[in-house]
């Protein structure tokens, strides 16, 4: 057996391999695009704003007071030049402001009789010039900048009818195990599958198209290859898998892969729980596609799931390595020797502090059902109360 490789590098192994066979980017309509992720630099094609824009509705003035009113501007026009000393416009917020503007009088500081409008300007300028907020062509956001109904907006504000993105990756799901009821109570032995209906959910959240698990693959080697392969043809970037990742009797999934020319990126990692995860490389369709090994454990396949999918998932997007957050521990959280341990918590409401959560054996999903994630206490160390610690959240 390997030796188990530090989470700390087994998370960087796998971005840095999704990062490699990043997915090639398309061009999408804005509306189809959140989620996804900027493939290039997102710039303004004009100045933001392009024109002078008045913030306030009121007078564009020239000269000294009281002024001539000589027309109205409106937003979505281009209006003409104030034309000499002691003229008015009236002016719409968000309206272009005419050459020759001296100032703009707010309406409700002005007074009107008849043609001639009256009041005193505040002294701070009352629109928006030019190159404000952006200057044309100014790289805005970087490529690898996930793309949030923000983004959305503030593409359209800089004239973009598409966005050049990485698409959401694709995913297939594959449970083993024979004990495994889709249906109905455990009993006579048999436990249901509680990961195919929930590990693609998890994926959807992380932006991944999956489909939910068909039925358990029989725990045969030939099965297992025969659905892998399958998989991969179907043209999915990720293949996860549950269950098998150990040597006992019917686990064949380390077969599976010698038989499929897979090569381990992360095989086992020194993490608790969790521990038997691994992220293989196969070649396939001329392109690098992976498969994810979960351990059968529940909440081990989620501790394999956040440690090492969620970062493969952001290199095959070409986004960096996640960063965690940071948590304060409202309770000691013990350490697991040489090894890291995740460590479920929830965020206390009323003093925002993390603390652990029971039922948390990796046999179980009570604890995570009402977790907010997994504080990271590193190998050799001991949380302790008033400790800031990492996070992983659960999706
Ligand atoms: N001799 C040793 N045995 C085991 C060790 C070990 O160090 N030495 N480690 C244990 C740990 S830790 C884990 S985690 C599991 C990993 O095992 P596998 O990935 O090979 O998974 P299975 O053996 O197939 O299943 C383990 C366990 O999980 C249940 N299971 C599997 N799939 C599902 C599912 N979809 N939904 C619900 N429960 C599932 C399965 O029935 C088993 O109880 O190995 C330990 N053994
Ligand atoms: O490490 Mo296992 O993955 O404890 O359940």
Redesign the pocket.
């Known amino acids: 057996m390997t030796a188990p490789e530090d989470w700390v590098s087994a998370r960087r192994a796998v971005h840095a391999a999704g990062w490699r066979a990043q997915l090639a980017p398309v061009t999408v309509p804005l509306a189809e695009a959140d989620g996804l992720t900027l493939a290039t630099a997102l710039a303004p094609r004009s100045d933001l704003p392009a024109f002078p824009t008045s913030s306030v509705d009121g007078w564009a003035l020239r000269g000294r007071g009281p002024w001539r009113v000589t027309g109205r501007v409106l937003a979505g026009s281009v209006p003409a030049p104030l034309s000499g000393d002691g003229v008015a416009v009236e002016i719409a917020t968000g309206a272009m402001v005419p050459e020759g503007t001296e100032a703009i009088l707010r309406v409700e500081h002005s007074t009107r009789s008849g043609d001639l409008v009256d009041g005193t300007p505040k002294s701070e300028q009352e629109w928006r010039v030019p190159g404000e907020e952006a200057r044309a062509g100014e790289p805005l956001l970087p490529a690898g900048t996930p793309v949030t109904p923000a983004v959305i907006g503030l593409a359209a504000s800089c004239g973009h009818d598409t966005l050049p993105v990485r698409p959401a990756p694709r995913a297939a799901m594959l449970?083993?195990?024979d004990?495994?009821l889709t249906a109905g109570p455990p009993a006579d032995g048999r436990?249901?599958?509680?990961?195919?209906p929930s590990i693609p959910a998890y994926l959807r959240r992380l932006g991944v198209a999956c489909e939910p698990a068909a039925a358990?693959i029989k725990d045969t080697l030939d099965a297992h290859v025969a659905a892998v392969r399958s998989a991969l043809e179907s043209g999915v970037d990720l293949v996860c898998t549950?269950?098998?990742?150990?040597?006992?009797p019917?686990?064949h999934?380390h077969p599976a892969l010698a038989e499929l020319g897979a090569s381990y990126v992360v095989n086992t990692v020194a993490v608790?729980?969790?521990?038997?995860m691994l992220v293989a490389a196969v070649p396939h369709g001329g392109r690098t596609r992976f498969v994810a090994?979960?351990?059968?454990?529940?909440q081990?396949?989620v501790v394999a799931l956040v440690s090492l999918v969620v970062p493969l998932l952001a290199g095959l997007a070409g986004r960096p390595e996640p960063a965690l957050p940071r948590v304060t521990l409202g309770e000691p959280v013990p350490g697991r020797g040489d090894y890291t341990h995740l460590a479920l918590v929830r965020i206390d409401p009323v003093d925002g502090l993390a603390r652990p959560v029971s039922h948390v054996g990796?046999?179980m999903l009570r604890g995570l059902a009402g977790a907010r994630g997994f504080a990271v206490i590193p190998p050799g160390a001991t949380g302790r109360a008033g400790d800031a610690v990492e996070l992983v959240e659960v999706p």
């Open positions: 449970v083993f195990g004990e495994l436990i249901r599958d509680a990961l195919g358990p549950t269950g098998g990742t150990m040597h006992g019917v686990d999934l608790r729980p969790g521990f038997p090994g979960l351990p059968g454990n529940p081990s396949a990796s046999a």
